[in-house]
């Protein structure tokens, strides 16, 4: 099946950045109707230098190879560099081999990608050295998880704290995409310094999301921004508002609910992360209030559609999938989720539900990003849809109501 092309690239991007999974990509062959790219065949890998880990890129033309290494490290946009010019090239074919799996990306005649994705005959094992630190988007280090007390004062993450470091870490890669894809669409307009991009987050807690997005996209994107943090709770405004002054930061916190925090001006961009069960909804229904053109939300606990449906007789034949609790609570998580896309949809929306860490990490994996391209959209298939399955299920879904849905 397609899929929006840069979609694709922007996958097999995150892959071909990421040190410790990529094995080998490889890009070839030219894209129907565009400039073909000036080299017949590139070739990335990672190699271990006397100066550390590096991309290696090697370019042939007709006749030779053009080799060159660029450097990882979190101070330096070396490799993210090497990767994006080639990737805005119209080659016809990237395949990228993962310790995991091989990803064929095909370019169609419409432009739009396949991609195949298959398990390797054998299993891989790539090793290039033990002593690297390892490329993150953010490193370990960096004064914000030192300060927010998820590196110790050395710089070194705590045992404790890897979830968390993980869970942020996955985040801002997937706002990273996002963003990028955004701007390339147009459906977020370029910030610049006197206008730089606004963020909110909603239900920030300890800011642990909202600094790390602050940091990533100014310092390592070099994206002018803005964050906000709202959260009910005061304790958490002034802790944050604290942190960010130690940090020299300029990010504001707000202390208030999420349906009825007031913001000086209309943000582009709303992240909540496990917001706590319809807090999601309301960090939804504010979004789609606020016009907002891309959000990502993490939802975290689903308790309001598991209480309705412990409350309503579940409808014929599908009794068996709520006899048992463990399996009714993930059917709760899985209407929740399904609705608010649903509706997200009917509001303009082309939502993508996706994991966003692995599910050995933690089980609220899961992540709806929105991504505004229309009006709300009345009638219709996605309506009809949704209608169908509250009513067959008896739910009021509590962004349906918000949304007077
Ligand atoms: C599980 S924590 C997540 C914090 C943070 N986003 C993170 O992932 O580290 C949920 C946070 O949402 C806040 N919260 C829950 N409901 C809220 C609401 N309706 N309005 C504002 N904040 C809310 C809580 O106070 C809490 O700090």
Same mark, same amino acid.
């Not at 009809?384 to 299920?393: A, F, H, P």
């Given at each position: ?81 090497? &990767? ?22 095909? $370019? ?18 790539? +090793? ?39 869970? &942020? ?40 999301? +909202? ?5 990533? !996209?100014?310092? $390592? ?25 130690? !940090?020299? %930061? ?61 409350? +309503? ?8 999938? +709520? ?20 509706? %997200? ?11 966003? $860490? ?8 899961? %992540? ?30 509590? !962004?349906?109501? !918000?949304?007077?849905?």
């Amino acid at each position: 099946m397609s899929e929006p092309l840069l979609r694709a690239l922007n996958r097999m991007r995150g892959l071909i950045l990421d040190p410790d999974v990529l094995v080998k990509a490889v890009a070839s062959g030219r894209q129907k109707g565009e400039e073909p790219p000036p080299w017949r065949r590139v070739e990335l890998r990672y190699v271990d230098l006397k100066a550390g880990r590096h991309l290696q890129v090697t370019k042939y033309d007709a006749t030779q190879a053009f080799t060159s290494n660029h450097s990882i490290s979190s101070d330096s946009d070396d490799a993210r560099a090497a &990767v994006d010019e080639l990737i805005d090239l119209a080659f016809g074919h990237w395949n990228v081999s993962t310790t995991t799996e091989d990803h064929a990306l095909r $370019v169609t005649k419409r432009l739009e990608a396949v991609v195949a994705t298959t398990p390797p005959a054998a299993p891989r094992e790539v +090793t290039r050295g033990h002593d690297q630190p390892k490329a993150r988007l953010l490193p370990e280090d960096d004064p914000v998880f030192v300060e927010l007390g998820i590196s110790d004062g050395d710089g070194r993450l705590k045992p404790s704290r890897q979830a968390k470091y993980r869970q &942020v870490e996955e985040f801002l890669r997937l706002l990273d995409a996002s963003v990028t894809e955004a701007l390339v669409k147009g459906h977020l307009r370029r910030p610049t310094a006197e206008e730089p991009l606004r963020i909110v987050d909603l239900g920030c807690g300890n800011g642990y999301l +909202t600094f790390a997005a602050q940091r990533y !996209l100014t310092s $390592v994107r070099g994206l002018p921004v803005v964050v906000t943090g709202v959260d009910v709770k005061e304790q958490s405004r002034d802790h944050n508002s604290a942190v960010a002054a130690r !940090l020299g %930061m300029s990010a504001e916190f707000v202390a208030g609910t999420i349906s009825d925090a007031e913001l000086a001006e209309r943000p582009e961009v709303v992240l909540a992360l496990h917001a706590c069960d319809t807090a999601t909804d309301d960090a939804l229904a504010r979004a789609v209030e606020w016009e907002v053109p891309l959000v990502l939300a993490a939802p975290c606990c689903h308790h309001d559609i598991a209480a309705q449906l412990r409350k +309503t007789p579940t409808p014929s034949p599908y009794a068996m999938l +709520t006899r048992h609790g463990i399996l009714r609570e993930r059917l709760a998580d899985t209407l929740t989720d399904a609705l608010r896309a649903s509706l %997200m949809r009917l509001q303009g929306y082309r939502v993508d539900v996706v994991q966003f $860490v692995e599910s050995q990490h933690t089980p609220r994996n899961t %992540m709806l990003r929105a991504v505004r391209t229309g009006g709300p959209v009345k009638g219709g298939a996605v309506r009809k849809e949704y209608d169908d399955l509250v009513t067959t299920w008896g739910l009021e879904p509590r !962004l349906g109501e !918000l949304l007077g849905a």
